[in-house]
């Protein structure tokens, strides 16, 4: 078996230190590598500029919180929100939900509510919304999934009621890479009066999102997967959905005044953010959102497509392979190999130098809806080239001889 090797449109590797010559890392799904430009930016953070946020009084505090705070406009002008206000740092995407799942959603939904969400979302997305509705009596119903393995919205149509009160669907599945048409999913659930959240994990580091545009009320990501560090996210919410919102954790920088008579609370987003926050974390992602803007969000779309075609046709070619998801799938292909456990897939790629993820990838009802106990999961980012899918399909070669 060969696969075409003609120049790829990025040649990025060389900005990413920790990928050595010949390792093929595809398990970008599960979080990015890290550019040049980031760690420098985190290492300068913590190196010569280093203080703490919105307290002090001394000039580098003063300079530190207006770098922060020029992260949070940099954030609302990469994902089109309307003011930096309606950005609120959080350790990421699954903080992000369940804020909302425990502030706005244990706030405005009661007995008898219902929730939607579809059969494809990641765990993060599926039981905080569980952990809400047991407490308060809310009912949830799952969207089922067209054939190949993308939100079925012509079912959502049908299942929508008035009892409806919140959508929570991922914009990019984490294993099947289906992209969610987000405007018709809006337009559906505004359309019998409920909210709609959105997971962007997989969207923002390949596709340009304007939170406006696509209509959502709640918007969430993580910033590890944008190929920025850990620890640090972003939860977008409409002006007015946010100020409806009741703090969901106490402590400093939330509050307006304390007193034992009463507290007062500050407005969003500070109200969410209480203790010191993940400072040099937020810088970093500043630093991320500026490396992608920087190569091109249609520019990165165009190369993982391409990546994602090679490799399809390529495993399409192999009797024992059988293919998860649609064909024009955003950067992440799964798969299984007949008769063989993802785990041992991933565990003979590693041999030959090839780095996949393999198990149910945080969505066991997928999983369950699918008859399989998990997949193979190759997920691309900047970093991968031709070279990287001709290795992943030796690979998967050798594992057939193996287990043949």
Not at 73 to 93: L, Q
Not at 126 to 142: H, K, N, S, T
Request: hydrophobic content about 45%; aromatic content about 6%; proline content about 5%.
């Amino acid at each position: 078996m060969t696969v075409a090797t003609d120049a790829r449109p990025l040649d990025l590797l060389a900005d990413f230190p920790a990928i050595p010559d010949g390792w093929a890392y595809l398990d970008t799904a599960a979080t990015a590598q890290k550019p040049r430009a980031v760690i420098d930016a985190i290492t300068r953070a913590y190196d010569t500029t280093y203080a703490t946020v919105h307290r002090g009084v001394y000039q580098r505090s003063a300079d530190m919180t207006l770098a922060y705070e020029a992260a949070r406009r940099r954030v609302a002008d990469f994902i089109g929100a309307g003011s930096a206000d309606e950005c609120v740092f959080v350790r990421g995407a699954t903080e992000g939900i369940n804020l909302v799942a425990q502030s706005w959603a244990a706030t405005h939904l009661k007995p008898g509510d219902r929730i939607l969400l579809s059969l494809l979302e990641h765990h993060s997305n599926i039981v905080p919304w569980q952990l809400v509705a047991e407490r308060l009596g809310v009912g949830i119903d799952v969207v089922p999934l067209t054939d190949d393995q993308a939100i079925d919205l012509d079912a959502m149509a049908a299942m929508l009621t008035p009892a409806h009160k919140l959508v929570a669907l991922a914009h990019v599945s984490n294993v099947t890479g289906a992209i969610l048409d987000a405007r018709r999913a809006a337009d559906l659930a505004h359309g019998v009066g409920a909210k709609l959240l959105l997971d962007g994990c997989q969207a923002v580091p390949r596709l340009a999102v304007d939170v406006q545009a696509l209509g959502c009320d709640f918007y969430v990501f993580s910033g590890h997967k944008l190929y920025g560090p850990t620890g640090i996210g972003v939860l977008w919410g409409r002006p007015e959905l946010l100020d409806s919102m009741p703090p969901w954790q106490g402590g400093g920088a939330m509050i307006d005044k304390v007193s034992f008579a009463g507290t007062t609370y500050a407005p969003a987003p500070a109200r969410f953010e209480a203790g010191t926050p993940h400072i040099v974390g937020v810088l970093g992602l500043h630093a991320a959102i500026d490396y992608v803007e920087a190569t091109g969000l249609d520019a990165i779309h165009a190369h993982e497509s391409a990546l994602v075609t090679q490799t399809r046709d390529a495993l399409s070619t192999l009797n024992s392979v059988r293919l998860f998801g649609p064909a024009d799938s955003a950067g992440i292909v799964s798969f299984a190999v007949d008769g063989v456990h993802p785990h041992d897939v991933g565990t003979i790629l590693d041999e030959g130098q090839v780095a996949i993820r393999a198990g149910h990838h945080c969505a066991q009802p997928l999983m369950d809806a699918l008859n399989i106990p998990a997949t193979a999961r190759a997920s691309f980012g900047v970093y991968n080239g031709p070279a990287d899918v001709a290795a992943l399909v030796k690979g998967i070669e050798r594992v057939t001889r193996i287990f043949g």
